[in-house]
């Protein structure tokens, strides 16, 4: 018997890709359920082969609903998300409302399966933030060779971070360039077209901003609350794919071979590294692809035991979507359904 799913969002650009991968992944469902707000009630998205009508958020009744896949934003989920799982329905949230709750899993499952056990604190299960995921996809296999000490990171994200309007923002600005016009910014602090802005997020006391703290944080309890992380966040002129220049320094020595036979290895992972043009992945390339993509794996000589990637992968895949239905499928293998069963 397959599941009753609900996807909270669906008609943002990520609960898009979460109806897209569901349907491609052939995920257990029964029924699928498309979510919105009252501004979006009624807009059809596609399922597949199928075609679903957004129904209102406010007023429906999770009972019945086995799993609930959200990205309707941190405000709405922290009404929304405790509400569905009172019902007895199983939430994976792609928001920051629960990432840092410490009786929520954060999880990817390439990384951290294992504390999906958790799930039955709250019955919420938290996605981590687009940029975090690709990074510790990456940074387990080499964690697995020798202890990691300190990462320094530097990110080159894409607008669609930022949702649809992010996107539309970059292509309008670069379209009324052309034509000597000028775009206000409004979803950015500054003119993202043919720029780089080094700001995502709101500033914290230290001079750090909130997604860089974020990356620190996630990668503690996801990893390893003993790894030191100093981030920068750069959004870029680019509409879908996050890059990140990442220096890792560990505590033992790790030769580059190993680590670039090791992440070759390794689950979610592609390796392209050939010391040559072109040679190395970049944003366009991951566009519609699932995996973490890692390239110019070298050391590093300014530490005692450092190596350098440079790691790319679509952030609205993988870095949301994506992330999220494999812990659909991973809490389908493991436990759903007996606690669902014991539950009901």
């Not at 994200?157 to 923002?169: I, L, P, S, V, Y």
């Not at 992945?281 to 890692?294: F, I, L, P, R, S």
């Not at 450092?306 to 679509?314: A, R």
């Amino acid at each position: 018997m397959g599941y009753k799913v609900a996807v909270v969002g669906a008609s943002g650009a990520v609960g898009g890709e979460m109806l897209s991968i569901l349907a491609e992944r052939n995920f257990p469902a029964d029924e699928v359920v498309a979510l919105a707000s009252s501004r979006s009630l009624g807009r059809e998205v596609s399922f597949g082969d199928d075609t679903l009508t957004c129904r209102n958020l406010e007023t429906f009744d999770f009972k019945g609903v086995d799993l609930a896949l959200f990205s309707p934003g941190a405000k709405v989920s922290d009404v929304h998300a405790p509400r569905a799982a009172a019902a007895g329905c199983v939430v994976i949230d792609n928001t920051s409302r629960f990432r840092y709750d410490d009786d929520i899993p954060l999880v990817v499952p390439e990384v951290n399966p294992h504390d999906l056990g958790m799930f039955e604190n709250r019955y919420i299960v938290s996605n981590p933030n687009c940029s975090t995921i690709q990074m510790v996809v990456a940074l387990k296999p080499l964690r697995d060779l020798a202890p990691i000490r300190r990462v320094v990171a530097a990110t080159y994200q894409a607008t669609g971070g930022a949702g649809r309007k992010g996107m539309d923002e970059l292509y309008n600005q670069t379209k009324k360039m052309f034509w000597n016009e000028t775009h206000e910014p409004d979803v950015f602090q500054k003119p993202i077209a043919f720029n780089c802005i080094p700001h995502i997020d709101v500033f914290m006391e230290d001079g750090s901003t909130r997604e860089e703290w974020k990356m620190a944080a996630e990668v503690g309890k996801i990893l390893d609350p003993a790894i030191r992380v100093h981030a920068t966040c750069v959004r870029v002129p680019v509409f879908v794919g996050h890059a990140e220049a990442v220096n890792v320094e560990f505590e033992t020595p790790l030769d580059e071979d190993d680590a670039r036979e090791r992440l070759g290895d390794s689950d979610g992972v592609v390796v392209i590294d050939e010391r040559e043009p072109g040679g190395y992945a970049t944003q366009k390339d991951c566009a519609g692809e699932d995996a973490v993509y890692v390239s110019r794996i070298r050391r590093d000589p300014t530490v005692e035991h450092g190596l350098s990637l440079w790691i790319v992968s679509d952030n609205l895949r993988k870095g949301a979507a994506l992330n999220a239905v494999q812990i659909a499928e991973e809490l389908d293998r493991r436990c759903l359904r007996g606690a669902l069963d014991k539950a009901g």
